[in-house]
């Protein structure tokens, strides 16, 4: 099975400071890879995605991810935090292997400090 | 385009009771998915539906099930509640099953005293 893991439960970063949020999946295929954020009482909304192509990924609100086959990891970015970034992160990867079932990491935190 | 609505947005039941949950998923998407959402076990799979048919299905006991209905709407039940069934319960459609990005509703914040 699948498994997907988010370093760090808690980021806390400086406006305007750097915004990285860890992503590795465990997979010998390839899967689909996915990453969402989650304000408080809402439900997830996509941030972007990694199917085929180009590896680095643009999404929005100025956040990007890179898939390193390599290194099996698909971390999330943005050079300038704002404080409406403030939320929970999650990493999610669709299997191709088991129906394309999504399994998603078990979340990172983002505080941004004023 | 309406995104994905789910009913009610809050439940309050009692231990043994049974609840139903329901989601009408994106205009035109046919596949639904369903997930528990705990702040200890974060977001866990519960099923997929694709066409009224069960696609997919998580590791959970038999007292969750669900059912998609031919309007591609869905409904899961929980009977014989327990206080561990606290929980987010969140939908998500998407056009396809599997690869496909998913599209959440806002959820059902369930409580179980």
């Known amino acids: 099975a699948q498994s997907v893991t988010q370093l760090g439960s808690h980021v806390s970063v400086s406006e305007g400071a750097l915004v990285l949020l860890r992503c590795n999946y465990s997979?010998?295929?390839?899967?689909?890879l996915f990453w969402y954020v989650q304000y408080p009482n809402q439900g997830l909304q996509l941030l972007l995605k990694y199917t085929t192509g180009a590896t680095l990924v643009k999404g929005i609100n100025g956040f990007e991810a890179e898939f390193k086959k390599s290194e099996t990891s698909f971390h999330l970015t943005k050079p300038s935090a704002h404080m409406s970034d403030a939320a929970e992160y999650f990493c999610a990867v669709s299997d191709p292997g088991t129906g394309n079932q999504f399994y998603f990491g078990t979340g990172t935190s983002l505080t941004v400090i004023p | 385009k309406a995104g994905v609505t789910q009913t009610p947005r809050y439940l309050i039941k009692t231990r043994g009771q049974q609840v139903t949950l329901s989601c009408s998923p994106i205009?035109?998407?046919?596949?639904v998915s369903w997930y528990q959402q705990t702040p200890g076990q974060g977001l866990q799979f519960l099923f997929e539906y694709f066409s009224e048919t069960q696609r997919n299905k998580g590791n959970f006991p038999g007292r969750f099930s669900g059912r998609q209905f031919s309007n591609s709407r869905s409904e899961m039940n929980v009977s014989t509640l327990e206080l561990g069934d606290s929980a987010l319960y969140l939908c998500?459609?998407?056009?396809?099953?599997?690869?496909?990005?998913?599209?959440f509703g806002p959820g059902t914040r369930l409580t179980v005293t």
């Open positions: 997979s010998s295929v390839p899967p689909y």
């Open positions: 998500a459609s998407s056009s396809l099953p599997g690869a496909y990005e998913q599209y």
């Open positions: 205009s035109g998407h046919r596949s």
